[in-house]
């Protein structure tokens, strides 16, 4: 008995994983005092960050993934230090607004690419 569904093609792009968390939420800047002596500028995925639109994510999170926090959206470019597991990290341009955005308890949205 036939399903029906001859000839018809099966989808082979992958489903997107979606994960929601709890987490803490910190800022940086391209500083040594946020990323150390060695600060260079360049991000784990090999690129220089964007203000307010790179994150560093736990190492979990796949490099290249859409991170949500409070409504705006991220690009996963950037590792976060062993240490601060868990933590997402906002890239912004200056120490000062990184200090002023604080560390703060949010919810994330993780969209896998």
Same mark, same amino acid.
């Given at each position: 008995? $036939? &399903? #029906?569904?001859a000839? +018809?093609a @099966?989808c *082979? !792009?992958?489903?997107?994983?979606?994960?929601?968390?709890?987490?803490? =939420?910190?800022?940086?800047?391209?500083?040594?005092?946020?990323c150390?002596?060695?600060?260079?500028?360049?991000? $784990? &995925? #090999?690129?220089?960050? +964007?203000? @307010?639109? *790179? !994150?560093?994510?736990?190492?979990?999170?796949?490099?290249g993934?859409? =991170?949500?926090?409070e409504?705006r959206?991220y690009?996963a470019?950037?590792?976060?230090?062993?240490r601060?597991?868990?933590?997402?990290?906002?890239?912004?341009?200056t120490h000062?607004?990184?200090?002023?955005?604080?560390?703060?308890k949010?919810?994330?949205?993780?969209?896998?690419?």
């Amino acid at each position: 008995m $036939a &399903s #029906g569904l001859a000839g +018809v093609a @099966r989808c *082979t !792009v992958p489903m997107m994983t979606t994960n929601v968390y709890a987490a803490i =939420v910190t800022a940086y800047c391209h500083c040594s005092d946020c990323c150390g002596p060695n600060a260079a500028g360049i991000t $784990a &995925s #090999g690129r220089p960050p +964007v203000a @307010r639109k *790179t !994150v560093a994510a736990p190492r979990s999170v796949l490099l290249g993934s859409t =991170v949500i926090i409070e409504g705006r959206r991220y690009t996963a470019e950037d590792r976060t230090s062993i240490r601060h597991e868990g933590r997402f990290d906002i890239y912004f341009r200056t120490h000062k607004e990184a200090r002023e955005f604080g560390i703060r308890k949010l919810t994330v949205t993780v969209i896998a690419p």
